[in-house]
């Protein structure tokens, strides 16, 4: 197994955390203490995938990075530079697409331009995502005729509408069926692959974080640590059936589930 290590000597990472915790505060003054002592360092053009026990704090890490929450303690850069709040360089992508529904899928792919300031500029990029998430021929159509899957694509393209460096991904297929679920993951490699955007996937399938990552990240109970930084050594592309006969993931899967399971919970 291989531990997370600090940022000391990785200064090219476009994603840094050291040292970062976050503790909520509580009526009894306690506090709820999320995370504690995060090191972490995402390079660009990377995939990463994060799993860890239910309430470890993912999603708030998650939320750190896209300047939707502050943490309390210790540092966290974005391209060499302290994240004080959103940016356009960062995109998100929750597990409900949460796509207006008086609005069509263009004009929802197209809100974050409208709302930023851009309504006078050239959007012709919006009709190439929806060409490249198969979305080309929906355009008009409006949230209610599009199933799930259809919907959380349509969620990935409005992200993906300021041409973030990053996308951050917070179980964004968790709430799809199996069948469509395991489309969504061919679809985003592909996607990653196109766009070269440097991703982090919160996940709580073990299955999922193998297939997608460079590498996954696994956490501990809350406060969430990171208790283990694994590298996926997997060529690319790589197809569903070829993956899950792989040694390597065969490797993975077991080391993770042991981890996991020391942390009483396994999915």
């Not at 503790?23 to 994060?50: C, K, N, Q, R, W």
């Not at 050594?233 to 065969?250: F, K, M, N, W």
Request: contains cysteine.
């Amino acid at each position: 197994m291989s531990m997370a290590s600090p940022m000391g000597g990785q200064p090219e990472a476009l994603i840094a955390a050291r040292n970062l915790s976050k503790v909520y505060p509580t009526a009894t003054g306690a506090g709820v203490h999320a995370l504690s002592d995060i090191d972490l360092a995402i390079e660009d053009g990377e995939f990463v995938s994060v799993v860890g026990p239910s309430g470890c704090g993912k999603s708030t890490l998650l939320r750190i990075i896209a300047g939707l929450d502050t943490h309390d303690a210790g540092d966290l850069m974005l391209g060499g530079t302290g994240i004080a709040g959103p940016s356009a360089d960062v995109g998100v992508v929750f597990q409900a697409a949460n796509l207006l529904p008086w609005l069509t899928v263009r004009e929802n792919v197209r809100l974050p331009l409208r709302v930023g300031g851009h309504k006078g500029a050239d959007h012709s990029h919006i009709d190439d995502l929806l060409e490249m998430t198969g979305l080309g021929e929906f355009g008009e159509r409006f949230p209610y005729e599009l199933s799930g899957g259809m919907q959380q694509r349509a969620g990935i393209c409005r992200a993906l509408a300021r041409n973030p460096r990053i996308l951050l991904m917070d179980e964004p297929f968790g709430a799809l069926d199996a069948l469509t679920r395991e489309r969504m993951n061919l679809e985003l490699q592909r996607l990653w692959q196109a766009s070269h955007k440097t991703v982090l996937l919160i996940t709580h399938s073990i299955n999922e974080a193998i297939f997608l990552g460079d590498r996954v990240i696994v956490m501990s109970a809350r406060p969430g640590r990171i208790i283990a930084d694994l590298k996926v050594d997997i060529p690319r592309p790589r197809s569903l059936d070829a993956i899950i006969g792989h040694p390597e993931y065969s490797r993975l899967a077991r080391e993770i589930r042991g981890l996991l399971n020391a942390q009483g919970e396994v999915d």
